[in-house]
């Protein structure tokens, strides 16, 4: 099992950029870890995950080149930089692990992530 604990939401102005942190009880290696976000009135979706042992990266689209996904094992911390950010970006930011054998082969899938932070809110203005 895994504890997450997010941080490092807030508001922001179109076109700035905000960190988010995720700490977590261990960081498994081999395993998938991910950023997930939820609008009101819209399901949650993946935004970006990784693989932990190999630190391959995966990004939906609509953030693809403006967020990055990464991990520090030293602080067992994976972070989501957010940049040139938007107001469609505005939402709450879930950290979340898949612990399952083979997560790789639905690291982009909500659905397969059993272990969740409380969220952070992101909102950005225009």
């Known amino acids: 099992q895994v504890q997450l604990v997010e941080s490092g939401g807030g508001s922001v102005q179109a076109g700035g950029s905000l960190r988010l942190s995720c700490v977590a009880s261990?960081?498994?290696?081999?395993?998938?870890m991910g950023w997930f976000r939820q609008a009101p009135g819209k399901e949650r979706e993946a935004v970006a995950t990784m693989t932990t042992g190999d630190n391959i990266t995966y990004y939906a689209d609509s953030v693809k080149g403006r967020f990055t996904i990464s991990q520090d094992n030293a602080k067992n911390t994976v972070y989501l930089q957010l940049a040139s950010v938007i107001p469609e970006d505005t939402a709450i930011y879930y950290c979340?692990?898949?612990?399952?054998?083979?997560?790789?082969?639905?690291?982009?899938?909500?659905?397969?992530?059993?272990?969740w932070g409380q969220g952070t809110q992101v909102t950005v203005s225009s």
């Open positions: 979340a692990a898949n612990l399952r054998p083979y997560c790789w082969a639905t690291v982009m899938d909500v659905a397969m992530y059993d272990y």
């Open positions: 261990r960081i498994y290696k081999n395993k998938c």
